[in-house]
């Protein structure tokens, strides 16, 4: 004898479906409805090893940046390199922390903030075009990096010589893809750092 399965359901009652994935997320449990389950989860809490191990490295290689702006007297590298050290040293596995993405991004992004400061004042306007271009190029170049972006509104904002501007962020970014490369040989349980070089 066979079942007919093409009952009427009530509104927002899902179809029956073999016996293992009868249970739908949004069926009613002991303590009433559920919620539907979310796509995404937030990331694990790392080890304390593994945090002090990150941070350490982070700021260990941020101080050296300060230092090395103190004595060029080129303070303004360290809001866009503070964000980049906190991707390849936190998140050393994704596309924005890789070499190719650190270099390439920030030195797109000083070249948008030039050219849009050439075009326009250094107002709060321009700035957010020249992090509007930023995004667009490094997208285009494969080397996506958000704080280049802020290197960008740096640029326009602060108006720093290209001269002595871009050589030192071209350093910067080399120093800090180094110190992270070095950073993860340290400790042997640490993800090792680039996942690719170009």
Do not use: N
């Amino acid at each position: 004898m066979s079942t007919d399965t093409t009952t009427a359901l009530s509104p927002g009652t899902a179809p029956a479906g073999p016996p293992s994935t009868a249970v739908s997320s949004a069926a009613p449990g002991p303590e009433g409805p559920r919620r539907p389950r979310m796509a995404g989860r937030a990331p694990a809490r790392p080890a304390p090893a593994a945090a002090v191990h990150s941070v350490s490295a982070a700021t260990a290689a941020l101080l050296g940046l300060v230092a090395l702006g103190a004595l060029l007297h080129e303070p303004v590298l360290i809001p866009p390199l503070a964000a980049s050290a906190a991707l390849v040293h936190c998140a050393p596995a994704l596309p924005l922390a890789q070499p190719r993405s650190v270099v390439v991004g920030h030195l797109l992004g000083a070249a948008a903030g030039y050219a849009v400061a050439a075009a326009a004042s250094g107002s709060a306007w321009a700035a957010a075009v020249a992090a509007g271009v930023t995004l667009a190029l490094t997208t285009l170049a494969r080397t996506p990096h958000s704080p280049a972006c802020a290197t960008a509104v740096v640029v326009v904002l602060q108006a720093p010589a290209p001269g002595r501007f871009v050589p030192l962020l071209l350093g910067s970014t080399v120093l800090l893809v180094l110190t992270a490369f070095a950073a993860s040989r340290v400790r042997r349980a640490a993800p090792k750092y680039p996942a690719y070089w170009w």
